[in-house]
């Protein structure tokens, strides 16, 4: 009984979403369609604005801009092949336009509060997870990257 368990449970938990996408956001709070672009690295990568619901940004982000991401980071839970093949996410937060002295330039820093996936969840053509487009499960955390 106890290895049928073992077998069964981590069977189900396959099929069994944790968090779903969405396709539309919260209008009413301030939100911004945001991608992570990996540069060819495992550790880091950058943060793209490529959207936002402020009338008066909307021009600003139709070729993408670079932000620093502060606060709620999707890369703390989610696997390496989802946060770094252009899976979109809605993250909802202040954004901030300061001046860094280390580079000598303006950058627009995002204090993220919540996130949500957007539209559909990308995956990279090398994992071993079954690729879901409206959900993740368990083992899309980064926990199972090994897989």
Same mark, same amino acid.
């Given at each position: 009984?106890?290895?049928?368990?073992?077998?069964?449970?981590?069977?189900l938990?396959?099929?069994?979403?944790?968090?779903?996408?969405?396709?539309?956001?919260?209008?009413?709070?301030?939100?911004?369609?945001?991608?992570?672009?990996?540069?060819?690295?495992?550790?880091?990568?950058?943060?793209?604005?490529?959207?936002?619901?402020?009338?008066?940004?909307?021009?600003?982000?139709?070729?993408?801009?670079?932000?620093?991401?502060?606060?709620?980071n999707?890369? @703390?839970?989610?696997?390496?092949?989802?946060? @770094? @093949?252009?899976?979109?996410?809605?993250?909802?937060?202040?954004?901030?336009?300061?001046?860094?002295?280390?580079?000598?330039?303006?950058?627009?820093?995002?204090d993220?509060?919540?996130?949500?996936?957007?539209?559909?969840?990308?995956?990279? @053509?090398y994992?071993?997870?079954i690729?879901?487009?409206?959900?993740?499960?368990?083992?899309?955390l980064?926990?199972?990257?090994?897989?």
């Amino acid at each position: 009984m106890l290895l049928i368990m073992v077998i069964i449970i981590p069977v189900l938990l396959l099929f069994i979403p944790i968090r779903c996408t969405h396709s539309a956001p919260n209008e009413e709070k301030e939100f911004y369609i945001v991608n992570c672009v990996s540069e060819g690295t495992t550790d880091s990568g950058v943060w793209i604005i490529s959207g936002s619901n402020k009338d008066n940004k909307k021009q600003d982000w139709e070729n993408g801009v670079g932000i620093v991401l502060k606060g709620k980071n999707p890369k @703390n839970i989610l696997s390496y092949d989802i946060c @770094n @093949n252009y899976t979109q996410f809605i993250m909802y937060g202040k954004l901030v336009k300061e001046f860094d002295k280390s580079l000598g330039r303006e950058v627009y820093t995002l204090d993220c509060t919540k996130w949500q996936i957007y539209s559909e969840v990308k995956r990279g @053509n090398y994992s071993f997870r079954i690729p879901y487009k409206h959900f993740i499960t368990i083992y899309d955390l980064k926990y199972f990257d090994f897989l």
